[in-house]
């Protein structure tokens, strides 16, 4: 047990293993510094977007936190200390660009013995959880499982797994985990005998386990609510139910649609429940589909998406995960991602939602940094982003931007301090001590690690990670695109010229980065945002808009249309500011880091073409 969660449970043994977490008066804490007075809503689900209490239609962007919490060396938490977990969320904002985590909980810490939660696990998490929200970084927690559990795997074992607790394994009897020749660890999801007992077990509630599991659900929302202070449990933007969700095998009779319908769609409907019991009535769960219903292998595609489950509505997200899985066989994709790669998985994302009345959001996304397919992560993540931005390819996103999508939200896997740097006895065994890479199944997907002197540094290009985005758009956003020019080695990929039919707009923005948003303005007052890079210096930052035009824009005050503002945290990290005093009326805006000092004919002659671009096409 980690020194601090030994710590914490000497002085939270008086609060004993109850089921009801005590009700300690809530921890008080400032509003994050940096915020304005539109900052830190809490989020709902209207119209099938993600709305702050502005009405402002928001954007989720960030990072899982993180697969620590799938390993025993922190006893199932992110970080070692809540010193990491801010050094983390620090680095997250300023270099990662993001502005939310999907933050990993641990059923068999938060339950080690049955009907007994660990109070001190909960205080660890909650402490942690604190150090995102003290930085503006809004948190959604995640119940993760993967194969079920750890306690399925003996010693000897190639693989290993996550989630339930010793006590949910042995009431389950499963007979001795096996994948036979297996190349990749999610096989063991559809061929590891055990792993489809267990998994059959618990959408089935045998031995009561997902009873058990709801219960402490419910006691982990009531802590998390009972212990941290209004400003930061409106930072709580939802909960993930279940992770990766599969039914481990089908009934005689039985479909991948009917299992959702008849045995995921009610599992959703309870834990909805538990959160209004605990206090979390208007907050949405975040709920994901078969995962399989999205696989881009047509052999591995099951059809579902919760397609039976009836309208979500406002009380859920549609909340899924895409990874690439015939770049990362390394045998179904020859060569790299191109332009538009995932326009068409992406876009099958923003209709499931749609049709299921609610906003989506891509909980789990990456590819590996290493290994024999390392080589193509460049290309295939700068697609990825890509499609979260917009369901067209850049080459025809100028073309017809009016198809381009609502925006989604999403957290690319992970962000994992540790990274090369663990200690983790796999399956308990000290013989075999991992430090390499996620020290997960082979695992090396996280875009961070500490140097040698313990800083945070990326091992990503910092261009595709730290990106422009529509953090919150006041109304409703009509399109968006950003060419990020990130690198693919010495080669820099630029997917989305400014036409030539816009040379004005091609010569302000020369080789240089730049977005557009384009935007219905809705009856708030609050300002649109959009997340500036760390990259994108105030000195150096032009924006063309309808709403004025400005080289090095000043700081923001209500008299200014465009300005820039720090983003909440105290993190350095800053927010591009656009203002309108309308409502119902089509807005634009250029943000571009590639002119230095533009002439003032030169500024006004792009927003004349992006004016009479933005006129013909909307």
Not at 18 to 35: H, I, K, M, N, Y
Not at 192 to 218: P, R, S
Not at 249 to 266: I, V
Not at 425 to 444: F, I, R, S, Y
């Amino acid at each position: 047990m980690p020194n601090l969660r030994s710590r914490l449970l000497a002085v939270l043994v008086v609060l004993g293993g109850s089921l009801t977490v005590a009700g300690a008066p809530p921890a008080t804490a400032a509003v994050p510094s940096g915020s304005l007075w539109f900052d830190g809503a809490p989020l709902t689900v209207r119209d099938g977007r993600l709305t702050d209490g502005q009405g402002r239609e928001v954007v989720l962007r960030g990072y899982n936190v993180s697969g620590e919490a799938k390993l025993a060396e922190n006893g199932g938490l992110p970080f070692a200390s809540v010193a990491d977990a801010r050094k983390s969320a620090t680095a997250l904002r300023a270099l990662g660009g993001g502005n939310t985590v999907r933050f990993l909980l641990s059923w068999a810490y938060a339950e080690p013995e049955r009907g007994r939660v660990d109070t001190a696990y909960l205080a660890a998490a909650t402490e942690q959880m604190r150090a995102f929200l003290d930085a503006g970084i809004r948190v959604y927690p995640d119940f993760h499982q993967d194969l079920y559990s750890r306690h399925l795997f003996h010693a000897g074992s190639w693989y290993t797994g996550d989630g339930a607790p010793e006590w949910a394994v042995e009431a389950g009897n499963y007979p001795k985990e096996s994948c036979g020749i297996c190349l990749f660890w999610g096989q063991n999801i559809t061929r590891n005998t055990a792993v489809q007992n267990a998994q059959y077990d618990f959408w089935h509630n045998a031995h009561g386990l997902q009873d058990a599991f709801l219960t402490t659900a419910q006691a982990t929302m009531d802590h998390l609510r009972r212990h941290l202070s209004a400003e930061e449990f409106a930072g709580i933007a939802g909960f993930d139910p279940y992770n990766e969700p599969y039914a481990g095998r089908y009934d005689s009779g039985q479909t991948s649609r009917t299992w959702e319908r008849d045995l995921l769609r009610p599992f959703y409907v309870r834990f909805r429940a538990r959160m209004d019991a605990a206090g979390w009535q208007d907050k949405p769960a975040f709920v994901e589909p078969n995962l399989f219903w999205n696989a881009n292998i047509c052999a591995q595609r099951q059809e579902s998406g919760l397609l039976d489950a009836g309208p979500l509505g406002p009380g859920y997200v549609f909340n899924t995960h895409f990874y690439d899985q015939k770049a990362i066989s390394g045998i179904l994709m020859w060569g790299k991602a191109a332009d538009g790669q995932y326009a068409a998985d992406y876009a099958g994302i923003r209709e499931r939602a749609s049709a299921a009345g609610t906003a989506a959001v891509v909980g789990e996304f990456g590819h590996p940094l290493s290994g024999t397919v390392s080589d193509k992560a460049p290309t295939v993540l700068k697609a990825m982003y890509q499609a979260l931005d917009s369901r067209l390819p850049g080459a025809g996103w100028w073309t017809g931007p009016a198809a381009s999508g609502p925006v989604l939200s999403g957290t690319q896997w992970q962000w994992d301090l540790y990274s090369g740097r663990h200690h983790e006895l796999m399956n308990g065994d000290p013989g075999k001590v991992l430090t390499a890479k996620d020290a997960w199944n082979d695992e090396d997907l996280s875009a961070v690690r500490l140097d040698d002197l313990g800083n945070a540094v990326l091992r990503q290009d910092g261009r595709l990670l730290d990106r422009v985005y529509p953090s919150a758009t006041a109304g409703t956003t009509l399109a968006f695109t950003y060419e990020d020019r990130s690198r693919d080695g010495s080669t820099t990929l630029t997917w989305n010229p400014v036409p030539a039919s816009l040379p004005n707009v091609a010569r302000l923005v020369g080789s240089g980065r730049y977005g557009v948003l384009v935007w219905r303005s809705g009856d708030g007052t609050a300002p649109t945002e959009l997340h500036l890079p760390a990259s994108f210096p105030t000195a150096a930052t032009t924006v063309v808009s309808d709403l004025g035009t400005v080289y090095a824009p000043p700081a923001y005050t209500s008299a200014e249309p465009v300005a820039v503002a720090p983003e909440p945290g105290g993190t350095g990290s800053r927010r591009l500011l656009l203002t309108d005093a309308d409502s119902g009326a089509v807005h634009y805006a250029l943000v571009t880091d590639g002119a230095t000092a533009p002439a003032g004919d030169l500024l006004s002659a792009a927003k004349a073409e992006l004016a009479a671009w933005a006129a013909a096409r909307f």
